[in-house]
């Protein structure tokens, strides 16, 4: 598909201010991970007991923060959801070196949180138990009150309230047994025994995840790895399909997108967690295909178009890329602001890192891996040596790089 007619658009023209721009994010960046003692690392990889809590009204973060900081061993760190649909949420996380201590540390946040906010009740708290617990309590009391229910029909009963009390915009959390009165089998009869019988504090824990030391620390050390070993398994590559500097330029765009997306994760307190990782190893793949295609183009063109001056030869393959760069980018791009916007707190950190990284990755396979290859022709030149063909010695001007398929082709060789 043609998006564009033939462009001539000066691309390395612009080189200069977006190398600008890349150096300032990639400053800001590094220094945040510098100024924090580096990333944010989430519950994966740094372990401990991590806790989502979603209050009745706006939640009093110094006060969860100071009950906790006294009863659990460690750092405790309270932070807010941000997230429209995470309203009055909060995030809950400790820190211990200890296995066993982060079960422990669990109960204790759990318990703790009652003794604050829902202070001498006793009874059995509705916005927190399960089916199970809430079968137990409720079944004697309800044959007391004449309510005749099998034990089918018991099960069905909680199950359906519980299923009201999880469904947004509740999400776990009711604030008066009335609102029950809703639900299929819930009577004015059955609401007076669950007033009876059970409590509703201002707070539901959502999700509670805990993870051993030693396990984020595996977890850390494997990301590293896979991400390192992606980068050079794709320069070898590279360097064998076409010469050692296009994979070095490759290789040199993909870092940067990923120094700059973990950098922007530092600058706006995001934690990095597998989801994260995930997204990570998508955008070198991603961002290396996009710089291959181009660099596809560019050694199709030195074979028939070799007195042409590297920069307007790269310039114009960029301009033949043009259309296939604009369509796969900017669609993909939409799908992951899509996810970004409307896929919740779990997959924010993974739509996050494709937004940054589908942006970051399409403008560095023009503006910072393509300028590698005219400095470096540059760089030659003044030795008296030129940048001879990218195909590698043996092979006939009919070879393509599978990759090259991908690529937009020209029309009678023009744009």
Do not use: C
Request: zero cysteines; glycine letters at 8%; aromatic letters at 8%.
């Amino acid at each position: 598909m043609q998006l564009f007619g033939q462009t001539n658009f000066d691309f390395l023209g612009w080189k200069r201010p977006f190398l600008i721009v890349s150096a300032v994010l990639l400053l800001a960046g590094v220094g945040s991970l510098v100024s924090k003692g580096g990333p944010l690392y989430g519950i994966d990889f740094r372990g401990g007991a991590l806790m989502y809590v979603k209050f009745t009204s706006q939640p009093p973060v110094q006060q969860i923060r100071s009950a906790l900081s006294a009863k659990v061993q460690g750092s405790v760190t309270v932070t807010s959801m941000t997230d429209p649909s995470s309203r009055n949420e909060v995030i809950i996380g400790t820190e211990l070196q200890d296995e066993k201590a982060l079960d422990d540390a669990r109960r204790t946040m759990v318990a703790t949180l009652r003794e604050t906010f829902a202070p001498g009740v006793t009874k059995l708290d509705f916005n927190n138990a399960g089916q199970e617990a809430l079968v137990e309590q409720l079944r004697e009391p309800l044959q007391r009150a004449g309510v005749a229910l099998s034990e089918t029909q018991l099960q069905e009963l909680v199950q359906a309230m519980l299923q009201f009390r999880n469904t947004p915009p509740r999400s776990g959390l009711i604030q008066s047994f009335e609102e029950l009165s809703g639900v299929s089998g819930v009577t004015p009869t059955v609401i007076s025994v669950l007033k009876e019988e059970l409590s509703l504090a201002p707070f539901a824990i959502r999700r509670t995840e805990v993870v051993g030391p030693k396990v984020g620390a595996d977890l850390r050390w494997q990301a590293i790895k896979a991400t390192l070993y992606a980068l050079a398994g794709m320069l070898v590559y590279i360097a064998f399909r076409f010469e050692w500097i296009y994979g070095v330029a490759a290789v040199l765009a993909v870092f940067h997108d990923t120094v700059i997306t973990i950098g922007l994760f530092s600058v706006f307190n995001k934690e990095i967690d597998l989801t994260v990782v995930a997204a990570l190893l998508t955008l070198v793949g991603y961002s290396m295909n996009d710089t291959i295609v181009v660099f596809d183009r560019i050694r199709e063109n030195l074979q028939i178009l070799r007195r042409t001056p590297m920069p307007e030869l790269i310039n114009m393959s960029i301009n033949q890329t043009l259309s296939r760069t604009v369509l796969t980018s900017g669609l993909t791009f939409l799908t992951a602001l899509a996810l970004f916007l409307f896929g919740g707190p779990v997959l924010n950190g993974f739509s996050f890192a494709l937004v940054v990284g589908i942006i970051i990755g399409t403008y560095s396979s023009i503006f910072i891996a393509s300028p590698i290859l005219v400095f470096w022709q540059e760089a030659m030149e003044s030795r008296g040596r030129g940048m001879r063909p990218a195909v590698t010695a043996g092979k006939s001007a009919d070879t393509r790089s599978e990759l090259s398929r991908g690529a937009e082709k020209p029309k009678a060789r023009k744009g």
